[in-house]
């Protein structure tokens, strides 16, 4: 079982930035990748970025160019850098981890989210 915590959303002006946090405990060796998605209200939940632990990467079209994902190599943390935020990246942003055995995914696991808003 693996558990993810996220930390470092709050209220920015547009344009600004914001840094997020995720820290990863418990069965980290079978994550295969690792992410974030938010959800806006009355919107669905929509992939960010995810990063695999080959370091390939896969960003939403709204997050090239203007978000960045890190990770580090122990696979226990990862970060989002958010810049240039407009009003419609308002959302709860969820950290996600996958477990994946023999070459499948087996496991999925949520945090319970970080507020992000932007506005004036």
């Known amino acids: 079982q693996v558990q993810v915590v996220e930390s470092g959303g709050g209220l920015v002006q547009p344009g600004g930035s914001l840094r997020l946090s995720c820290r990863i405990s418990?069965?980290?060796?079978?994550?295969?990748?690792l992410g974030w998605y938010r959800q806006a209200p009355g919107a669905q939940r929509e992939l960010v970025v995810t990063?695999?632990?080959?370091?390939?990467?896969n960003y939403a079209d709204f997050a090239k160019g203007r978000f960045t994902i890190s990770r580090d190599d122990a696979k226990t943390a990862i970060s989002l850098q958010m810049n240039s935020l407009k009003p419609e990246d308002t959302a709860l942003y969820y950290c996600?981890?996958?477990?994946?055995?023999?070459?499948?995914?087996?496991?999925?696991?949520w945090g319970q989210g970080t507020q992000v808003t932007v506005s004036s």
């Open positions: 996600h981890a996958e477990e994946w055995k023999n070459g499948h995914p087996f496991s999925v696991s």
């Open positions: 990063i695999s632990s080959r370091n390939a990467t």
């Open positions: 418990g069965s980290i060796d079978s994550i295969y990748y």
